[in-house]
């Protein structure tokens, strides 16, 4: 079974490519950002460093133009993370694939042989039946949570630029 659990590391790997893994840090920080925005009500009066007073009006766009950019980021993330979830969904078939082609092929006698490695080694099935399972957990929490902040960022957002005044 080693192709097997090569296949196991290779889905249970970083799902997400290093520039899939930026946006979705970028993601994260702007929708967390927004939601600070909108929980509190700190919606900036004043850039202090510029000197910049922001009216009531200006506010709101403030609020627009914060809400754009997390859409920004949710687009970036949602563009690079399909791709990377294709590749994670390729990688898991194959490992099913390879997983059934592995079962096929044991047999009793291949399980006895004292001068196979792996015979000597016990194989622990429950681990390889929690896999999937943790791959999947994985993909939700890395995939799934990162556009859920940001959908809820810039629903909040808006509302919030509609409802200011």
């Known amino acids: 079974m080693p192709s097997t659990i090569a296949r196991v590391r290779d889905f249970l790997n970083d799902p ?3 520039i899939t893994r930026k946006e979705r840090r970028n993601l994260l920080t702007a929708g967390v950002l927004g939601a600070f925005v909108v929980w509190t009500g700190l919606v900036p009066t004043k850039v202090a460093t510029l000197g910049i007073e922001l009216n009531l009006m200006e506010q709101k766009y403030f609020l627009i133009l914060l809400g754009l950019v997390v859409l920004y980021f949710l687009v970036a993330f949602l563009l690079y993370g399909r ?3 294709f590749i994670w969904r390729e990688k898991y078939r194959e490992y099913l694939v390879n997983l059934e082609i592995a079962m096929d092929s044991v047999s009793v006698s291949n399980e006895l042989d004292p001068n196979d490695p792996e ?31 940001g959908i809820s ?13």
């Open 16 to 18: 997400l490519s290093d």
């Open 83 to 85: 791709a990377d979830y």
């Open 119 to 149: 015979a000597r080694v016990p194989y622990i099935p429950w681990i390889y039946g929690f896999s999937g399972l943790l791959a999947k957990s994985r993909m939700i929490f890395e995939y799934a949570l990162p556009v859920l902040v």
């Open 153 to 165: 960022a810039i629903v909040a957002l808006f509302i919030k630029a509609v409802n200011a005044s």
